[in-house]
């Protein structure tokens, strides 16, 4: 048997061999970016015993209205400490597309291993007000509409269109904070059923408090490494047999929004259903979103989701996509899983997506 | 109706609030500061002093977890004069920005430069703080109201030219 | 393991102090159809689109790519967002080309745009942080105390950086798309218009426009289909490399920063220059204030450190007088500066002359040139090797 | 040193007066707005956009043309806001929505007074409210908002 899977994209093995994350917090008040990183990259490393000398390449994700200034990418960078100089590179997008670059790159051959890393805080700002800036600037944006109400409006699309209905989205809640209670990293994890769930008062109809994610600070960060070099750090890496992330039109008056074409399609470029499917992690950020995923994906009753928590359980920004990949791949590693899709998504009303399938051997 | 101009603009005002955490380590310069007293930071691996850190050696990546006291004195390394009016800015014009490093330090920082005309600011001049009066210190770079000539004679280029 | 790609298409807006006519949507597809239309492709040809741009606080608009998705023909492809400070149209252009060079994609879209009369560019780039010092000087306040010790360390007389100002305007006077159009430029004129930041005078800073570039990157088989239809050469990538380091550190050489040193090297390897004043027709480098250009003459080994300035005061990089390795023909970041583009106007400038097509701005029989951007404090570095031959 | 153990946080406020251009077709909805008019353009097969872009929200071709829709529509989905946040277009509680106009394809976000939920319903009819004549600058907020326009869908 081949010490590599069979890849769907690409043509070099290329695996997850590391993962950490910080302790996922509604407000981490003592410990600035650089100060949040720090220990992340540190463990990273060090969990594998190598250094940022080992690593050709450096990725990160983040955005800047979150931090309130420009450039807030650079001072992050004083956490690696880029030094000599390094091939680095960023993306105002969460860390899974990070993930992507260093993948595209590590495919070329030139360099074995990279570093990818995010950071994301929710709590300097008022995130409502923040990302209604990702809205378009003349038709949408003027009108503050927060991610809660957006979300929510695909939500009763959902019901209207007789797919799903409100005990659906609590059972979802009930399941991923039932599972996060096992995630020491969990900021939201408890022991509630459906039924007490639907008691709550709604947020904004149809969507009651447990079916949001909650306010997250938190970073992560992965170490990729291509071929033997994977072998040499991970006893069984999590091999990226497939990727891939679509996007959609924007204005959500223009979309379906009780399905979600870009994930089916990322899914089927990155061979999601070419062979069964153990855990995945989807980045639904509100729980009916895990619904329209799951069927995006054609995952089967027998799949486990979301065994973390999901982005219900801890949802840092820039970050929650890049932590799908990193639980995926240590089900992985562990052997829970021999294979798992993880799944990160950006923009409202799950506008773009972005698959990840990852295999042990 | 539509005799009126097309429109062409539009005003899109954004207000954002939000409250910063400056982090352990800057919390311990800034406490420094309001108390009139500049504060660095060494490195443990390789031991430079670090003025105004957010917390990391930013070569090596690690906490720079040992507290140094730095003097009130420096050596401007570089400079250059302002001649334009800044929004916000309330400095008259021409003023001196200098990258000034203060004795003991591995990392020099941008400091307006008073008291001496614009004219005459050189490299490798001397220079002390000039702190707000004592009960308006506070923990913000704004407690140094601005560096001036302290009339040492000027260092040697080759004791700072690292430090440009 | 890479795979041979190419610029196919090239296409860029006039740049101007503001651009009133059009919204963000309408200045990014300006350029992104005229690169389609030089590749002879349209939107379905395209399999990805990489965009880049500079602080979102420019427009207002956090993370524009996915309100620009559909102006962009991305719907149901994959759209990726760059962001490297100043270097990031590079950085953007380099991560297309990954695309192709791996493998991945056949044909990419890349665009980099700025629309910053949206706001102010000076606001956006000096928004007062708390717990930092109150002294906003703007980027030329960054870059001017820098400047200085390059003039001592080199012992350049004080002129050397007027003379860039008044090359590369009249360079500009070539390109249409440029922004600043200065028949009149002399170094009297540069000399006496105000000292912005003592070294530099106003018109040796860079202007602050509304633009926007765009490239189609195109596999080998891309290429000999697009030049099958349109009958136009291709910009073959010989090399590319990006290199960062941090912003301040004890003894960081801000001059001649060894991010740049190293990121040269890496690519000049890739591509196989030795003597790059030689191996080069001509290179569009990253010049926003005018003592750059000899800054990075050193730095990028046209020359031995601290001869940078000889060679631009023996007119060697002006095309007016024929030097032979002309910089910035088409004006460079003295002339044009939509922030997030300028960079990718640096690499698309470079494709145009060995493809043949820069008009009046073209080096007589271009065959190699160099692209390259810098941003942050000096610290980020995205660079590319373009040629007329097929590696 | 006093508290060692202090940590320092200030607060910062990122504001901007931004002034778009906005281009011939956002500039043609907006224009129509003040006039009192909803206008939509043609896009990839005929699809009428509303609001319009110069572009098709799905191929990116160029649209065609400025059409005028509703005034009444339909809405395609709501929900209902019992708590509006600060910056919301309406004080009092209110649905968002999503009308699809009379002779249009896609539909358009707003804001809909109603006496609670409900009132509201996918499918429902209504119809814009716009600010007075003189109110009116060419805003999205130009209406004011959308109340019930009575008749059965």
């Known amino acids: 048997m081949s010490r590599f899977p069979e890849l769907t994209s690409g043509s070099r093995p290329v695996g997850v061999v590391s993962f950490a994350q910080y302790d996922n917090v509604r407000r981490e008040g003592a ?185 997250t600070d938190g970073a992560a960060a992965v170490v990729l490494a291509a071929g033997e070099k994977a072998y040499e750090w991970c006893e069984r890496p999590a091999f990226i047999t497939g990727i891939d992330h679509r996007i959609e039109t924007h204005s959500i008056g223009a979309r379906d929004l009780t399905v979600s074409p870009s994930t089916t399609l990322a899914g089927e470029k990155a061979g999601v259903g070419h062979k069964g499917v153990d855990v995945a992690e989807l980045h639904a950020p509100y729980a009916h979103q895990e619904l329209i995923l799951a069927e995006a994906l054609a995952l089967d009753e027998g799949v486990s989701r979301n065994p973390s928590g999901g982005a219900l359980a801890a949802n840092p920004m820039m970050s929650a996509g890049l932590i799908r990949i990193g639980e995926s791949a240590k089900a992985i590693w562990s052997g829970q899983a021999g294979r798992a899709v993880a799944h990160a998504t950006s923009g409202p009303c799950l506008q773009q997506n972005l698959v990840c399938v990852l295999e042990g051997v | 109706m539509s005799e009126r101009e097309p429109v062409t603009m539009m005003a899109a005002p954004i207000h954002l609030d939000y409250v910063f955490t400056a982090g352990v380590a800057q919390s311990k310069n800034l406490h420094g500061l309001e108390e009139g007293k500049f504060i660095g930071q060494r490195c443990p691996k390789c031991k430079k002093v670090y003025t105004l850190s957010r917390g990391s050696c930013p070569t090596d990546g690690v906490p720079t977890d040992e507290i140094v006291e730095l003097p009130n004195t420096g050596t401007v390394t570089t400079y250059c004069v302002v001649n334009v009016p800044f929004a916000g800015q309330s400095i008259e014009i021409p003023y001196i920005c200098a990258q000034i490093l203060l004795d003991g330090a591995n990392l020099s920082f941008m400091g307006l430069i008073q008291e001496m005309p614009t004219d005459e600011v050189r490299m490798g001049m001397r220079v002390e703080a000039v702190w707000v009066e004592p009960d308006e210190l506070g923990p913000t770079m704004a407690s140094v109201k601005y560096f001036r000539p302290n009339g040492e004679p000027d260092a040697d280029y080759e004791t700072y030219k690292e430090y440009l | 393991m890479s795979e041979r790609c190419a610029v196919i298409g090239v296409g860029q807006t006039v740049a101007k102090a503001k651009r009133e006519d059009v919204s963000i949507a309408g200045l990014v597809r300006e350029a992104a159809l005229a690169a389609l239309d030089d590749a002879g492709l349209t939107f379905a040809d395209i399999d990805a689109v990489v965009i880049g741009k500079a602080p979102d606080m420019f427009e207002g608009v956090m993370m524009p790519e996915l309100y620009l998705a559909p102006a962009l023909g991305a719907v149901g492809k994959p759209m990726f967002r760059v962001h490297t400070a100043g270097s990031v149209g590079g950085s953007t252009a380099i991560v297309a080309a990954h695309l192709v060079a791996s493998g991945v994609h056949e044909r990419v879209l890349t665009v980099a745009f700025e629309k910053q009369s949206d706001s102010d560019a000076m606001w956006a780039l000096s928004v007062p942080q708390p717990f930092s010092a109150p002294l906003l000087a703007g980027a030329g306040g960054y870059f001017a105390p820098i400047i200085r010790a390059y003039m001592h360390r080199s012992g350049a007389p004080g002129d050397v950086g007027m003379m860039v100002a008044v090359k590369d305007r009249l360079h500009a006077l070539k390109n249409p798309y440029a922004h600043l159009h200065l028949p009149d430029i002399s170094l009297k004129m540069v000399e006496e218009s105000i000292m912005l930041w003592d070294p530099l005078h106003y018109l040796e800073s860079c202007p602050s426009s509304d633009g926007a570039a765009a490239m189609v990157i195109g596999s080998e088989r891309a290429v000999g289909a697009a030049t099958a239809e349109t009958g136009r050469p291709p910009a073959w990538i010989h090399g590319m490399a990006m290199r960062s380091e941090p912003t301040m550190f004890a003894g960081r050489d801000q001059v001649n920063p060894q991010a740049s040193r190293d990121c040269a090297a890496d690519l000049y390897r890739q591509a196989g220059i030795t003597n790059p004043r030689k191996d080069f027709d001509m290179a569009e480098v990253y010049v926003p204030f005018s003592w750059y250009e000899p800054m990075w003459l050193e730095s990028l080994g046209f020359c031995d450190e601290g001869d940078g300035w000889k060679l631009t005061q023996s007119g060697a990089t002006s095309m007016i007088e024929n030097g032979d390795i002309p910089w910035n023909c088409s004006g460079g970041v003295l002339s044009s500066n939509p922030i997030g583009a300028s960079g990718m106007l640096r690499f698309l400038e470079s494709a145009l002359q060995v493809r043949g097509l820069a008009g009046e701005h073209q080096v007589a029989d271009a065959r190699r040139a160099l692209g390259q951007a810098y941003g942050g404090g000096s610290q980020f570095f995205a660079m590319w090797v373009v040629g007329a031959e097929r590696p | 040193m006093a508290d060692q153990a202090e940590i320092y946080t200030a607060d910062h406020v990122l504001e901007y007066p931004y002034l778009r251009s906005v281009g011939p077709v956002v500039g043609a909805f907006l224009t129509g707005l003040r006039d009192g008019k909803v206008l939509g353009t043609k896009g990839t097969g005929g699809r009428v956009i509303v609001p319009p872009t110069e572009y098709d929200p799905e191929t990116g071709e160029e649209t065609a043309g400025m059409v005028e829709v509703g005034p009444e529509g339909t809405v395609t989905t709501w929900t209902w806001v019992a708590r509006p946040r600060p910056k919301h277009p309406l004080p009092e509680p209110f649905a968002w929505v999503l009308v699809r106009f009379d002779g249009a394809d896609t539909s358009f976000l707003h804001v809909l007074k109603a006496s609670g939920p409900e009132a509201v319903a996918s499918g429902m009819r209504v119809r814009p409210e716009f600010r007075t004549e003189g109110e009116r600058v060419g805003h999205v907020k130009d209406i004011s908002h959308f109340v019930a326009a009575g008749g059965a869908p």
Request: charged share 20%.
């Open chain 1, 31 to 215: 410990h600035n970016e650089v100060e949040m990183l720090m220990p992340v990259v540190a463990e990273v490393f060090g969990s594998i015993g190598i250094t940022k000398d080992d690593v050709g390449f450096i990725c990160s994700g983040s955005t800047d209205y979150l931090v309130g200034g420009p450039f807030s990418f650079v001072t992050a960078l004083d956490a690696v400490g880029v030094w000599p100089p390094r091939a680095e590179s960023h993306v105002e997008m969460d860390g899974a597309w990070a993930l992507y670059e260093a993948w595209v790159l590590l495919q070329e051959g030139e360099i074995d291993a990279a570093l990818v890393y995010c950071f994301g805080r929710s709590s300097p700002g008022d995130l409502s007000e923040i990302l209604a800036l990702q809205l378009d600037p003349y038709y949408l944006a003027p009108l503050w509409p927060d991610p809660t109400s957006l979300a929510a409006l695909q939500a009763q699309a959902l019901i209207d269109s007789g797919k799903a209905t409100e005990a659906d989205f609590a059972a979802v809640a009930s399941r991923s904070r039932r599972a996060a209670l096992s995630n020491p990293k969990a900021q939201v994890a408890y022991d509630r059923t459906t039924e007490e769930l639907l008691a709550e008062d709604y947020e904004v109809t149809p969507l009651r408090r447990h079916a949001l994610p909650p306010l």
